[in-house]
């Protein structure tokens, strides 16, 4: 299994700009999220997805979008990119049901900064 | 609402000496979910382990222990004999019933081992 996987692994962009962020992941998964690490600072949460279709806001959604149209595929999308957005973008998955969810599994990071 | 803190924020120890990183947590479920995660020079994210609210059971996994503690919100992180390997951003993290999918991360404790 390759895990999680997340392109590119590193990024410029000038203001304005948009791109997409890739995470496939393998594992059949149905819990996938996206995370911003800033430097010297944990995680926060932008967008998780409980399974295909399904997607909901976590703490710093503004300025992103996100679909889940398959199990293992789960974009991130930055709209009008802004300074403030350079951080390392990290994807991860777990399996949970109603009643438990297990440890995360982290891709390797996309490291963005805008110019 | 559910808050994880890691008040440490940088601890710097001799190789051979234990640590102990400090992790509290506040959340009004009875139900609940608690993680460690280590995150190397490298980069990446690395599940350490993973208690529910109702394992108070202590666990030992060779030169790691923790030590959950409901009755102070405390679930602390110890290295034995700690090893230069050994150095990284150590992270606590929460899940709740009430927040299904959201992981809750600390700031996170950076660990120095010196030869």
């Not at chain 1, 304005?16 to 949460?45: A, E, I, V």
């Not at chain 1, 409980?50 to 889940?68: C, F, H, L, M, Q």
């Not at chain 2, 090893?83 to 606590?92: E, P, R």
Request: glycine content about 8%; some cysteine.
């Amino acid at each position: 299994n390759a895990g999680v996987t997340q392109t590119p692994k590193f990024r410029i962009l000038k203001i304005g700009q948009s791109m997409t962020l890739q995470c496939t992941q393998d594992m059949n998964h149905n819990y996938m999220y996206w995370y911003r690490q800033d430097p010297g600072m944990g995680l926060k949460l932008i967008y998780y997805s409980v399974g295909a279709g399904i997607t909901d806001k976590g703490e710093v959604p503004n300025g992103y979008n996100v679909s889940r149209s398959t199990t293992e595929d789960f974009p991130l999308r930055l709209e009008l990119a802004a300074p403030s957005q350079t951080s390392v973008y990290f994807c991860a998955s777990s399996y949970g049901t109603s009643g438990s969810l297990n440890e995360q599994f982290f891709g390797p990071g996309t490291r963005l900064t805008v110019l | 609402a559910q808050k994880v803190t890691q008040a440490q924020t940088e601890i710097s120890v001799v190789e051979k000496e234990d640590v102990t990183l400090d992790c509290v947590y506040e959340t009004r479920d009875t139900t609940y979910y608690l993680f460690w995660y280590k995150q190397p020079p490298s980069g990446e994210l690395v599940f350490l382990i993973r208690r529910n609210s109702f394992d108070e059971q202590n666990e030992i996994s060779g030169r790691y222990s923790w030590n959950f503690q409901k009755s102070t919100s405390s679930f602390n992180f110890t290295i034995t004999a700690s090893q230069v390997v050994d150095s990284a951003v150590y992270f606590c993290a929460l899940l709740t019933t009430d927040s299904w999918g959201k992981f809750q991360f600390g700031a996170g404790t950076q660990v120095v081992v010196t030869p």
